[in-house]
């Protein structure tokens, strides 16, 4: 099992940049697919960046290719969400997810694989 905890959040301007991190507890978390999805007020929550457990594979929604970027270190077991460029559609509760799994190069993009969420932080970019 693994609980998670995302923080870095904030408010920024239009064109700035935030990084988010997650930090997890347990013992296996390089045993997990990780991902970020947000949900904005008034919407479903939605996919926004994946990482497989390795590392060597990531996935992106296409309204934030290009300017965010999912990363992780599993010695420190803690992944990130750098994002550039923001814009005001942006603003939304960031959560971070894990999902189990036995396969190094999986990435998981869809919310029903996910086993495990945090609490979310929020982003708040202005125009």
């Known amino acids: 099992q693994v609980q998670l905890v995302e923080s870095g959040g904030g408010l920024v301007q239009a064109g700035g940049s935030l990084t988010l991190s997650c930090s997890a507890s347990?013992?296996?978390?390089?045993?997990?697919?990780m991902g970020w999805f947000r949900q904005a007020p008034g919407k479903e929550r939605e996919f926004v960046a994946a990482?497989?457990?390795?590392?060597?594979?990531?996935s992106y929604a296409e309204s934030v290719k290009g300017r965010f970027t999912i990363a992780r270190d599993n010695a420190k077991k803690i992944m990130f969400l750098q994002m550039n460029s923001l814009k005001p559609e942006d603003t939304a509760v960031y959560y971070c997810?894990?999902?189990?799994?036995?396969?190094?190069?999986?990435?998981?993009?869809?919310?029903?694989?996910?086993?495990?969420w945090g609490q979310g932080t929020q982003v708040t970019v202005s125009s």
């Open positions: 347990g013992r296996t978390f390089s045993s997990y697919a």
């Open positions: 990482i497989s457990w390795s590392g060597s594979g990531t």
């Open positions: 997810a894990a999902s189990s799994t036995v396969v190094p190069r999986v990435v998981k993009v869809g919310i029903k694989e996910y086993d495990y």
